[in-house]
């Protein structure tokens, strides 16, 4: 192979690929400067302005355009996703956990886990809304959807923690336990500490996953709305630029909470390659 | 003697692969037993099961005169070394020493200055004075040694397990290390079962010496006695200094293929038949001096030799390709110049080879 052209082909190619993954955000983001509040979601941008972040806010005089109704959906949406966050990773890390060692029907339990995340989403949300009119339950973002949430990330939070435990040398657990050491103390002193960068990455992905789920909470969230549908539901009326400025707020939100990860990523990485270091001089 | 540790009829399989066949011993307080095995013997395996982190498929393992079956790892006061020293990775060298004392179930030290001074003892006893706040990444593989015997220590065990402790130990280190574990065993009074795969490392630890072959306990005596009268013909092979012929006993003579061996004494009684000759009681003879009276003796061509400092290791090949090995220690002999492809005499008394038959 002749590097002299494969390596300028291959970053043409990287290029072009990175453009076209971040070329739609990057559209919305020129578009959420549009001028309003008569401005449409279409180029040319008539003229610069931030009208529909204000707009968003609450900053701009009343018009004719109703403010995006996304104040208590951002907050149902983040509470979810929170709920989500914490039983989809203690389910996760427990149930690797289990996998450890193995037992009768690990094969079967393992593909049930994993179904959750295999399922299509609508038909999971469409059962659930049958399911619980039969029961004669209500449907509610805190009880029927979260609970199609934690089917949806808690697989994710299990695999992850399963290729975690692979690596993970169990010496340390009976070294603790031989000095007298119960198991349980054994797994908040020793496991824990150890485990908790792939505890954190499970996290994250129990978090995102669950924000912007729609699928099956279209179904199954009742009257009041999370996030994603609360948008969606301004698209069928008219589109403004104000969805553009508020996908550009979360974008932010999300590269924040991207960027709280890797701090804490980063503290414990630090922590994990001494562990490394150890067993490379060992 | 009955207060201390003792196995009868272990067993354990996986699968197919008998790890203990059965195990039977007893093992008196405050002694420093080796326990020999190549790899695959099930030493490992004895040693996890005694400490309670494999249960076995059957027999038991009694302990300070109570049964230990079904008794958690936790609950057993064995303290454990591991062969890549398994320190917490996440605590300093005092914390990782700490941590049992902290966390144990059993009388937990609470008080923060007895703790330090528990701490402090034994950190003086192992020589690791200075190195306290330190990650457990910072020091030497020898200093991660003494880390992970002081955290064992430091708990007061009566029985402490150690697995190859010394393997992953270069082997300078490993030679003085191999002092110290003595040293510290005999001021604490503790008992150790200290597993290895290096004959001259159990011969050298062990007041006593435990060799398992397959699974099950081929000899459990003083080293001296291992070495001189090993007590079937595997547990010379794993003593790594013998040359053994196979064969039988035929009236008074041992006949190894072409070959007879003149035998001194009785033959001991064993499943296989074996004449047995350590390597450095053979004498290198030219091929005209045939072995005379209460001698026995092969005739042998020179193959090549290895120089080692104190000793040099000779190989012969003799009929049928067997290979015979002669070590001379070099304070008590020049070493001969032999010429290679030439045959020669090797001689030895046949008093001191052991017979099984």
């Known amino acids: 192979m002749n590097s002299a052209i494969v390596k300028p082909a291959l970053a043409v190619y990287t290029g072009l ?34 009208y529909w972040y204000r707009h968003i806010l609450g900053l701009t005089p009343p018009s004719r355009i109703a403010p995006l109704p996304i104040g208590e959906a951002l907050i149902r949406s983040m509470v979810l996703a929170f709920m989500t966050m914490v039983v989809s990773t203690v389910l996760g890390v427990l149930s690797a956990q289990a996998f450890r060692k193995r037992f009768t029907g690990a094969g079967v339990v393992f593909y049930l886990i994993v179904l959750g995340m295999m399922v299509p989403g609508v038909l999971v949300g ?20 979260f609970a199609l949430h934690v089917v949806y990330t808690f697989p ?11 690596r993970f040398d169990a010496s340390v657990e009976e070294a603790a336990w031989s000095l007298g050491v119960p198991p349980a103390r054994t797994f908040r002193r020793v496991t824990f500490p150890l485990i908790w960068p792939g505890v954190l990455s499970a ?21 009041e709305l999370t996030l994603p549908l609360a948008i ?44 490394a270091i150890q067993e490379d001089i060992a | 003697m009955a207060d201390g540790l003792r196995l009868e009829g272990l067993s354990k399989h996986y699968g197919d692969n008998i790890a203990l066949a059965d195990v039977s011993l007893s093992v008196p307080d405050d002694t420093y037993i080796s326990v020999l095995g190549p790899s695959g013997s099930g030493k490992t395996v004895l040693l996890r099961v ?48 700490a941590f049992g004392l902290m966390y144990r179930e059993r009388d937990p030290v609470i008080g923060q200055r007895a703790l330090r001074t528990k701490v402090e003892d034994i950190i003086e006893l192992v020589g690791l004075t200075g190195l306290a706040d330190r990650g457990v990444h910072q020091i030497s593989g020898g200093q991660r040694q003494r880390v992970a015997l002081a955290r064992t220590l430091v708990t007061e065990p009566r029985l402490v397990l150690l697995d190859e402790p010394l393997g992953a130990l ?47 306990v081929g000899q459990f005596d003083s080293p001296d006695t291992v070495y001189n009268q090993p007590a079937s013909p595997s547990v010379a092979r794993f003593l790594n200094c013998y040359n053994i012929f196979a064969g039988r006993l035929e009236g008074g003579r041992f006949v190894a293929g072409q070959a007879a061996f003149a035998t001194g004494g009785t033959p001991r009684a064993a499943a296989e038949s074996a004449y047995c000759i350590r390597q450095d009681l053979i004498q290198i003879r030219s091929s005209e001096s045939p072995p005379r009276d209460g001698e026995a003796g092969i005739l042998a061509s020179f193959v090549t030799s290895e120089y080692s400092g104190a000793s040099v290791q000779y190989f012969f090949e003799a009929d049928g390709g067997r290979g015979v090995e002669v070590e001379a220690h070099l304070g008590h002999r020049r070493p001969e110049e032999l010429m290679p492809r030439q045959p020669y005499n090797l001689v030895w008394n046949a008093e001191q080879a052991v017979v099984f038959g």
């Open chain 1, 17 to 50: 690929f990175i453009l076209f993954l971040y070329a739609p955000f990057i559209v919305l983001g020129i578009l959420s400067f549009q001028t309003g509040p008569e401005g449409g979601p279409q180029f040319p941008i008539q003229e610069w302005s931030t």
């Open chain 1, 126 to 145: 469409l059962g659930m809304a049958l399911v619980a009119n039969a029961l004669g339950i209500d449907r509610t973002w805190w009880g029927t959807a």
């Open chain 1, 156 to 166: 994710f939070a299990f695999l992850v923690m399963l290729a975690i435990f692979n």
């Open chain 1, 203 to 223: 996290m994250l992905f129990a978090f995102t996953l669950s924000y912007d789920e729609f699928a099956r909470t279209l179904f199954s969230s009742g009257r």
């Open chain 1, 232 to 275: 969606y539901g301004t698209f069928s009326v008219e589109i403004h630029p104000n969805v553009f400025a508020f996908g550009v707020l979360t974008t932010l939100f999300s590269f924040a909470l991207l960027a709280v990860y890797a701090i804490l990523m980063g503290i414990s990485v630090r922590r994990a390659r001494r562990l």
């Open chain 2, 50 to 97: 005694i400490a309670g982190f494999e249960q076995p498929d059957g027999g038991t393992v009694q302990f300070g005169g109570e049964r230990l079956d079904g008794v958690p790892a936790h609950r057993r006061g064995i303290g454990f070394a591991f062969q890549n020293f398994a320190l917490f990775p996440h605590l300093s060298v005092r914390d990782n020493i």
């Open chain 2, 170 to 216: 270069d082997a300078n280190l490993r030679g003085r290390m191999r002092g110290e574990l003595r040293a510290i065993r005999q001021r604490l009074g503790v008992t150790f079962l200290h597993v290895t795969g290096s004959e001259s490392e159990a011969l050298a630890m062990g007041d006593r010496v435990i060799v398992l072959d397959r699974g099950r």
